[in-house]
């Protein structure tokens, strides 16, 4: 790695430095725009007490429940879980913990933890089991909880294309938390389908400006597909 | 008669309006779509990052990176935009949305709604439905007005972990369309042969009946 080459070869040299404890951000909603392959290196690398922060679990073996096979999560912050088997064991079994967030207040949280705003006002979960225990502030005659922001030791991403700078695009709506995710991580690893020279991105259309991005590999995906409906002809 | 699945979305397309930006839940406000007027537009916002979102894909146009909020393969239609959750959610919460359908357990008399958790039940979580009701200010609750056993779901006070407080005025029940003002269901259509006497039964929370209700028609 030279000047702003953030070019790495293997998915061990993606996820150096990860330890047990620490919180990952991870991209994707449900089985969309996930990063397949980081997931799967977290879980080989074997680490522990992990707290998640992702707008859903995955799947039972594939995404994020892969973590589930060996208990390696701690935690999760999720907005909607529970579609594997394994994960309503663990949570019932109390071997898993889970704060249920609401998605929009989630991808807030990711946003301003990587814009350096602690915390923010928001009127979503006011008068919920969500609010119970934060503080509230009157602002024009409507009440709003204060929320405070996210941040982790990792963000791990998927994006479409990016170029060896590590400036990234995302594709349709595989881009969902994935943005927000790669501002808010101490180390942000993005996984993409292609890695293109600086200067073959149009400037103008990247969606995550290289500054916040550590590390870019390039992957193979397998894009698995929770609820395929057609229509005919 | 109850009205069936695709009488409520039927009823509920009524309330679209040409230019409307518009969120459907997942289940019987996803069957809105189908009964747009033709001489209207509108577009369909789904809250992992479509605006105007298009039909289901033919099979050979099936792709993963095109999903709706219910996980579903979507198509865009034409003039959508693509984004990030927290540009979904600026939407949502910022008002920008004209109108939002979705699901509910109970509703109350005050405009609360429970749709995400029944406790001692496995909780999956509330997805997005907490920053639709508190960002929306032109929100249809469908749901049906009693359980299989007859217990109403339109309440003086919910009794289920809210959603959303004081958020919600208008109802469309499997029996009739409400309003909710001023602490009561104000009850301002009904179902094709279902007696005014059915819905005074079926709802434990204050109701005003005007003096004339009219059968929504089909």
Known sequence: MSGFNKVVDSYEEAMAGLEDGMTILAGGFGLCGIPENLINQVKSSGVKDLTIVSNNCGID?????????????????????????????????????????????LAEKMRAGGAGIPAFYTATGFGTPVGEGKEVREFSGRSYILEESITGDFA????????????????????????LAATAGKITVVEVEEIVEPGELDPAHIHTPGIYVNRIIKGNFEKRIEQRTVRSN | ?????????????????DGFYVNLGIGIPTLVANYVPDNIEVMLQSENGLLGMGPFPTDDAVDADMINAGKQTVTAATGASIFSSAESFAMIRGGHVDLTVLGAFEVDVLGNIASWMIPNKLIKGMGGAMDLVAGADNIIVTMTHASKHGDSKLLNKCSLPLTGAGC???????LAFLEIANGAFILKERAPGVSIEEIMDKTEGKLIVPDFVPEIEF
């Open chain 1, 61 to 105: 073996g594939f995404g994020l429940g892969v973590l589930l096979e060996d208990r390696q999560i701690k935690k999760m912050v999720s907005s909607y879980v529970g579609e594997n088997a394994l994960f309503e064991q663990q949570l019932l079994a109390g071997e898993l913990e889970v704060e249920l967030t609401p998605q929009g207040t």
């Open chain 2, 168 to 174: 919600i005025k208008k109802v469309l029940t499997d």
């Open chain 2, 1 to 17: 008669m109850a009205l069936s699945r695709e009488q409520i979305a039927i009823r509920v397309a009524r309330e679209l309006q």
């Open chain 1, 156 to 179: 791990i991403v998927k994006g479409w294309k990016a170029d060896k700078f590590g400036n990234v695009i995302y594709r349709h709506t595989a881009q969902n938390f994935n943005p």
